[in-house]
């Protein structure tokens, strides 16, 4: 319910950034929802309308389902841990966009399980962060979930963006596309043995200096 209010901005977005993006049949896209529980609402597509229509479909729940769950809640970490678990099959640029405020009340999974499931699936995990502020001024606070998803996105390797008067939604999409556009592949070849199966830190700089490097410091090492 914290999203309720910004949720039409979202989705309006979201349309936008698969208007630009998205090419059909060659991207696949899924869709969850997340609030008391996390929902696959649409598996791996490539057709922009099914994808446009499942948005349309996607809102709060009810006061009715509310109740019928015991209450609020939000299940941010099954979610990423749910879209880990689908790309585990699937190959090449894999990125999870994850829209919140970053406040989680009812998932299974915690923050280093979420984060752990998307590194052995080798997917980054793209955060923007979004919130009412009308909905915490009653006193509920939002603990750490700037820290929340900030994590998420640094620990996987990705960006972790915030929605600001002077930064928009729109322009935080703009800028996912541009790194998911423009991102390198390095590879080697590990003198450890594979059944080796604890995680393998790595560090990546550059010679070149005022230069950032955006990565995962770690993975976990798979089987051929």
């Known amino acids: 319910m914290s999203q309720e209010k910004v949720i039409p901005a979202e989705r309006a977005a979201a349309y936008r950034f698969l208007d630009t993006v998205l090419r059909e049949k060659l991207d696949k896209i899924f869709l969850i929802q ?25 809102d709060t729940p009810t006061r009715k389902e509310l109740r019928a769950s015991g209450g609020s809640g939000t ?16 190959s090449g640029r894999k990125a999870l966009i994850v829209l919140s405020d970053g406040v989680d009340s009812s ?11 998307a590194l052995r699936a080798d997917t980054l ?14 006193g509920f606070g939002v603990p750490n ?15 972790a963006f915030e929605v600001t008067k002077k930064l928009s939604i729109d322009q ?23 059944g ?12 070149q200096k005022g230069l950032t490097v955006q990565t995962r410091d770690g993975y976990w090492p798979k089987r051929p």
């Open 34 to 58: 997340f609030d008391t529980l996390a929902r696959v609402r649409l598996g791996f597509s490539t057709s922009r309308s099914q994808l446009e229509t499942t948005l349309n479909d996607i």
């Open 145 to 159: 979930g700037r820290a929340v998803m900030s994590r998420l996105s640094k620990e996987t390797g990705a960006g």
């Open 125 to 138: 995990v793209y955060t923007i962060y979004f919130t009412d502020s009308s909905f915490y001024s009653g």
């Open 172 to 194: 935080i999409f703009a800028a996912i596309e541009q790194e998911l556009r423009s991102q390198y592949s390095i590879g080697y070849v590990s003198d450890i043995p594979v």
């Open 107 to 117: 998932s299974d999974h915690t923050l280093p399980m979420a984060i752990e499931a």
């Open 75 to 90: 299940s941010l970490f099954d979610a990423v841990a749910s879209g880990a678990e689908l790309m585990k099959m699937e």
């Open 196 to 207: 080796y199966p604890a995680f393998r830190k790595i560090q990546l700089t550059t010679k």
